[in-house]
């Protein structure tokens, strides 16, 4: 006889876990199914966030960080380190302590919430019925009144490439590494290329990194992505645009790469190789033959602005969705599902969803960038303010960067917010409140920010906007 819940979510990764969370803080039975398992073999419910991306990645950036800090900036400070040593076995400990910590945080909120936490695959039936086969080979049924599917998603592989896991690797793979390569390939300079190659550059590696598009970050604010640029230069990166990777093969302990560009073939040998072109929906097995959830032509889950599929009571959220491969996306959408299947206010605003690249320095976004309100024609303005000028920033040593503010020239609604510099992830929040709240520019130059602070910079922006700064160059 199969067990009934009011709601089994599959995916128990930054979308499914706080659906399962809420869906029980509204008083409904839950159950939450998930079959990710580590390389040791260990089962762990967080998804690719918790235990292979942005924890993990977030752990080694900071680790990494510190010691090229220590290298190159405490002098200036006034602190001498002498014999300074990379111990990496004892920064991959840490690593997968934080994700251990993290992901067995997990089940302790499944147990106070009163969410039955499952592992194995889940995969939809008809009449919303879960089938879960374990990894032991077992099978079991559940009966749900509502489904949420929240499978994620996971690395895109070139055919061209092929993955082994231990020369040509993913994002996972390269998280992992046991020693630094000293000469590291990177295909794709997005967010996850950009993450793991300053990780490993700041640890010693030469590291090239190969993106085939002519444009650098084309999904930032084109001043913020040129000043990102200038900035991983500096810091060694190699960045080849317009580099189309036609193959690569492991040869010996190395791997060669063919790739070409507009001067025509290169050859390239690297140690380690990692694939970084993107993410695609994980839908392997989800869905049983004939149960209505219809895919689109890149393999999305379809649904509609309240994540609804088009099957009763079936629901899908987070990366196997339309929008942004983003954790708080997908947390969101979980969180707005549930309340809506309890019966409750459900909403997700996805004009205002914040974007953040954890390099050195940060990269935060949110709204439009100017690109994109100058193509849609309506006048706006804009305000700078460099970093350089901010008192706590050059007492941190970290003034690189500037805060950019797009608005309106006919109401002043603040339309994108752009952060490049220390802590920008921290900052952005602020603009994503201001503009939830369709927040005007003078109202960010109202608001009084404590001194001396990074934040100063937004509001230093605000001002900038109408050519009022005080510590900065009105231009």
Not at 181 to 200: H, N, Q
Not at 288 to 313: M, P, S, W, Y
Request: hydrophobic share 45%; aromatic share 6%; glycine share 12%.
């Amino acid at each position: 006889m199969s067990e009934a819940y009011d709601v089994v979510v599959i995916g128990a990764g930054p979308a499914g876990y706080p659906a399962a969370i809420r869906a029980a803080q509204n008083k409904l039975k839950v159950a939450c199914v998930d079959e990710w398992q580590n390389t040791d073999g260990s089962f762990a419910f967080g998804g690719t966030c918790l235990n292979a991306g942005c924890i993990p990645s977030k752990a080694l950036l900071e680790s990494s960080e510190l010691f090229q800090r220590a290298k190159d900036e405490f002098a200036v400070h006034g602190i001498k380190v002498g014999g300074l040593t990379l111990d990496l076995q004892t920064m991959q400990k840490r690593r997968a302590s934080v994700v251990k910590t993290m992901t067995n945080g997990i089940n302790t909120l499944f147990k106070a919430n009163g969410v039955v936490g499952i592992q194995g695959h889940g995969q939809l039936l008809a009449g919303n019925r879960v089938l879960i086969k374990g990894a032991d080979g077992t099978e079991k049924t559940l009966e749900a009144k509502h489904v949420v599917l929240a499978s994620g998603s996971t690395p895109v592989r070139l055919q061209s490439v092929p993955h082994d896991g231990k020369y040509i690797v993913d994002s996972w793979n390269a998280l992992e590494f046991d020693a630094v390569p000293a000469r590291l390939g990177v295909i794709g300079a997005g967010v996850i290329g950009l993450e793991l190659g300053s990780v490993w550059r700041r640890l010693g590696s030469e590291v090239v990194v190969l993106e085939a598009l002519q444009e650098f970050l084309p999904m930032v604010d084109q001043t913020i992505a040129k000043e990102a640029m200038r900035h991983l230069k500096k810091q060694g990166l190699d960045l080849k645009l317009g580099a189309k990777v036609s193959s690569a093969a492991v040869k010996g302990d190395a791997v060669d790469v063919l790739y070409s560009d507009g001067q025509g073939e290169h050859s390239l040998q690297v140690d380690k190789l990692v694939v970084a072109v993107g993410r695609r929906p994980f839908t392997r097995d989800l869905l049983a033959q004939g149960i209505g959830v219809q895919l689109d032509e890149r393999g999305f889950i379809k649904v509609d602005e309240h994540c609804r599929t088009g099957v009763a009571n079936v629901w899908a959220v987070g990366d196997v969705v339309r929008g942004p491969m983003l954790a708080h996306k997908g947390k969101e959408e979980g969180v707005m599902v549930a309340d809506l299947i309890a019966g409750h206010y459900g909403e997700v605003n996805y004009k205002v969803i914040p974007s953040v690249i954890y390099t050195a320095p940060e990269i935060a976004w949110v709204g439009q960038t100017e690109g994109q309100v100058k193509a849609s024609g309506r006048p706006y303005k804009v305000g700078v303010f460099p970093f350089a000028a901010s008192g706590r920033a050059r007492a941190m040593e970290q003034a690189a960067g500037m805060a950019k503010i797009v608005s309106a020239k006919d109401d002043d609604e603040v339309l994108g917010v752009h952060v490049i510099g220390p802590m920008a992830g921290e900052l952005i929040g602020e603009a994503v409140l201001a503009m939830e709240y369709s927040a005007s520019t003078e109202d960010i130059q109202r608001t009084i920010h404590a001194h001396p602070t990074l934040s100063e910079a937004i509001h230093e922006a605000a001002l900038a906007v109408d050519k009022k700064a005080i510590d900065g160059l009105n231009r």
